[in-house]
Structures are given as structure tokens and as C-alpha cells.
DNA sequence: AAAGAATACGACCGGTCGTTCTTATTTCCG
DNA sequence: CGGAAATAAGAACGACCGGTCGTATTCTTT
């Protein structure tokens, strides 16, 4: 029934592929990544590629998607993991400097490399860009929302600001430790974050100094 | 001795094909420039840009020192002429917002853009474009400092992280207003900072509502 | 055993890339 | 006025681009 080989072949070839191109567009970009340079890392030929994708574009439309996967893998899935609250929008924040910090990706962040690189450029591509990012911030709102239903932050706080600064300290992160001093920025990207919230939440205990 | 009416002729055509380059680069990325595209958009020929750069390389380092050049006749020279101190800290951040919400770069912003293009792209370029963030971020810090020097900030504020925290609201203004709400974004780009200094201010009445 | 789909390959296409070379035009200086 | 230098243009190059094609191999289904 699902027991087709071929396609569970194809499916674990699909995944490598696009892991290797959702790296390879950290360094190059997602249109600057070449099939045959991406065929060659995989020691795969160019036309096998192909065979899976039809087009390009349809190859870069996935890479988006399995971007998103592991964002949300290694990312989102840490942090709910924390309770809800102030601790959680920390959780996330620390996950998202250690994916950082940890180098997982050779150029840093995904989605901040290729929306910079696509934020100009007309297409589904963009539009699936856009997609990730709305979603992205939506997310970080609602959990920031969960945070004044709890009463960690203030009712009168202006919930999407705070969403705001928060992804502004994740982006200029990964954007300075590749080109500045790496150890500054993630300490400034941490105690920016703590300092925010220590500032805003009535209970000091919930944002102790070693926890992450 | 000066008046050589080649060499003025050549300067200026150096200059509008290197605003150009800057334009272009924010759509296409620095690398994804091509010579061809460049010299169709200014009318010229492909090879009479080879008689002004020797190779694209030369021509990209002369591309980012252009943008460092209009940086600093937009943004920075404006934020001068507002007094020191928190005022002055102020000033640069609206001037780079309206410098993002009038659209002057079709792709936002030129260092935003190649930063992230260049963050895993080792070279003279990388180098290039390093240095001049480099600077960026010792002259945010200074204009901090000066603040603190005024005592318009707190005398124990960790001032590279304001300076962090400054900055990075402005690179999230330029990629979320290309991708989402731009006004939602740069409302709270000026929010956030007005909020930040606000806090640390002594002073209330430096930092009025109307002005800017 | 045979048919057929999924997967992968090498060869090749037209086009664009950065670069070089040769040639023509313009402009300054003696 | 005439030689030198700067500024262009055009043609051509080897390399690489995305994409197509025909073919071979593998595995499931009948």
C-alpha cells in the first residue's frame, strides 16, 4: 500500500536535497544557488534533480518549505516546550540565538538572508517569503498576547511592539555575528531581551539570571 | 592642471553609473548584479564600463563606497544638525526611516540588503562591507555616549547595547516594510526608540511628541 | 514473467555571464 | 596642427546557467 519503496526513496532523497539547498542558499542565496552546484554537493547528477522538481523555481518554492520545517523544528518546538508566559518568549528568543550561535546554518538565518534578497523581487517566491514571515510574526504577537492573559506583562502593553523588538534583537543577531564580534552581539541580543522583559513582567522569579 | 575636462567628464559618469550600481544592487544583490544589466540601464555599453573598473570586483568596492557616501549625505549628515545627545540619537533614526519609507533604494537599503548576501561570502567585498558596518556601529556608539557625556542618559547605561538595540530596530524597519505593513512597521520603529529613550531621559522635554 | 512508474544519468541546447582584444572617437596639451 | 591619452564601442572567448531529451536501472504491480 504505502509500502512503495520508491517513493520512500524519493521521499528521504527529497529531504536530503533540500536540506543541502536551504544551506547552500545561506550562502549563496536562494536564486543565486545553482543546480549544478547544488547537484555536485549532493554528488547527484543535475538532471536527476529534475525528476523531482520541474522547474527551479518549484525546487526553491520547497526550500522555502523545508526552511520553515526545521525553523519550526529546532526553534518554535524548544520553545513551547517552556510554559506559557514571559518564560516562553524567552525560551524562544534563547533558541533562536543558539541556533545562531551553534552555526547550523553556514550563513546564519534562512529566512533572514533570503528576505533581504527577495524583498524587491516580484514572484511566488516572494509571496512564499512573505507567507513564512506573516506567520512568523503572528506567532510571536500570540505568544506575547499569552503573556498579558497571564498576567506577566501589562494589559496596557502594546502587544505587536514588543513582538517588533523582539524580532528586531533576533535579526540584527545573525546579522552581526557574521560580521562583527560574534560574543557582543549574542550578549546584547540576550540582555536586550531580558532587560525588556525584566522591565515589563511584576514577577522577577519568572526571569531568574541562569535559566534559559 | 585640474581642468581636465576628460577626467571631470569621467568622474561624473563614474558617479551616476555607480548610483545606479547602488539602485541596482538593492534589487538584485551586489553579486547578482551583472555588467550587462548595468550598462543597458544607463545606456552604455558593457565594455566602457571595463574602461572605468577593471574587473566587477573593482566595481563592487567602488559600488559600496558610493552607498557609504550616500548614507552619510542622507542620514548621517542630517542627524548632525541636530544638537548632541538624545536629540541627535533621535534625528539619525528618523532620518533612516524616512530614508526607508521614501523609497530612495528600491530594495530598502543597500547595506541591509548586501550584509546578509555577503554573510558567508569571504572576500575584499565582505571585507569591504564589514569595515563600513564596523564604523557604523563605533559612530551609534559615540553618539551614546555623547548622551551620557550630557547627562541625557544614565551615567551606568551599557551603552553598545542601546546602540545594538538603536540598530536593530532600523534594520527590522527596512525588512519588514518590504514584506508587511510598512506603516504598522515604522510606526513601531519610532515607537520603540521614543519609548527607549523616554525611559532613560532625565529630561522629558527634549523628546516631544510633534518634533522630530 | 511482463508491464509500467519512479528515479537517475550523460549529452546537449540556447542564452548569459565576466573578461579580453581590437578599433574608433573624443579631448587635452605642446 | 598633431601626437598622446582617455573614453567609448563591438566582436569574440570560455565558462556556467536553467532546462530538455533519450536512455538505463530499480522496484511495484499485474
Known amino acids: 500500500m504505502t509500502s512503495d519503496g520508491r517513493i520512500a526513496r524519493g521521499d528521504r532523497t527529497r529531504t536530503a536535497v533540500l536540506d543541502t539547498a536551504v544551506a547552500l542558499a545561506t550562502e549563496v542565496g536562494l536564486d543565486g544557488l545553482s543546480l549544478a552546484q547544488l547537484a555536485d554537493r549532493l554528488g547527484v547528477s543535475k538532471s536527476g ?29 524548544p520553545a513551547l516546550r517552556a510554559p506559557r508566559g514571559v518564560r516562553r518568549l524567552r525560551a524562544l528568543h534563547e533558541a533562536r540565538i543558539e541556533f545562531y550561535a551553534a552555526r547550523v546554518l553556514p550563513g546564519g538565518c534562512f529566512f533572514a538572508n533570503t528576505e533581504f534578497e527577495y524583498n ?65 552581539t549574542y550578549r546584547h541580543a540576550r540582555q536586550g531581551l531580558l532587560n525588556r522583559l525584566r522591565a515589563l513582567c511584576p514577577d522577577p522569579t519568572l526571569l531568574a539570571e541562569g535559566q534559559s
Do not use: N
Open 49 to 77: 534533480l529534475f525528476a523531482h522538481w520541474r522547474s527551479k523555481e518549484a525546487l526553491q518554492l520547497a526550500t522555502v518549505d523545508r526552511a520553515v520545517a526545521q525553523w519550526e523544528e529546532r526553534i518554535v518546538a
Open 120 to 184: 524587491a523581487r516580484p514572484g511566488p517566491v516572494r509571496d512564499r517569503l512573505s507567507e513564512a514571515f506573516g506567520r512568523w510574526t503572528a506567532f510571536l504577537e500570540r505568544l506575547v498576547q499569552e503573556a498579558v492573559d497571564l498576567g506577566e506583562l501589562p494589559t496596557d502593553l502594546d502587544g505587536p511592539l514588543l513582538a517588533y523588538e523582539i524580532d528586531a534583537l533576533g535579526i540584527s543577531a545573525v546579522m552581526r555575528s557574521r560580521m562583527l564580534d560574534p560574543d557582543a
